[in-house]
Nanobody, 128 residues
Framework: QVQLQESGGGLVQAGDSLRLSCEIS????????VGWFRQAPGKAREFVAV???????????DYADAVKGRATLFRDDSKNALYLQMNSLKPEDSAVYSC??????????????????WGQGTQVTVSL
């Protein structure tokens, strides 16, 4: 079992950047699929980015088309943390961003259903 805690959200202007953090604690010695999702009011939860985390191995990363080229996912194993760097933010990026962890072997990581553990989320608001 793992626990996830997001931070780094805030109110920014269009074109600005934010770095969201996901701190992972608990049973971190095994591998996980760790994803970022976002949910805007009245909309379904949306996949943003994902990586396969296993200690000591290089991660694979995938991004949603909506953020590809503007988002970078990277890890700091010394802190058990995963970061989502978002650049050139747009008003349509406004949402609650959450990180989630599921089985390392999960296939359809675009689906929220494969994730067993979720953080509380952090609000990102992008103004014009």
């Amino acid at each position: 079992q793992v626990q996830l805690q997001e931070s780094g959200g805030g109110l920014v202007q269009a074109g600005d950047s934010l770095r969201l953090s996901c701190e992972i604690s608990g049973r971190t010695s095994i591998g996980y699929t760790v994803g970022w999702f976002r949910q805007a009011p009245g909309k379904a939860r949306e996949f943003v980015a994902v990586t396969k985390l296993i200690p000591g191995r290089t991660s694979t990363v995938d991004y949603a088309d909506a953020v590809k080229g503007r988002a970078t996912l990277f890890r700091d194993d010394s802190k058990n943390a995963l970061y989502l760097q978002m650049n050139s933010l747009k008003p349509e990026d406004s949402a609650v961003y959450s990180c989630a962890a599921g089985s390392y072997y999960s296939g359809n990581y675009y689906s929220p259903a494969i994730y067993d553990y979720w953080g509380q989320g952090t609000q990102v608001t992008v103004s014009l």
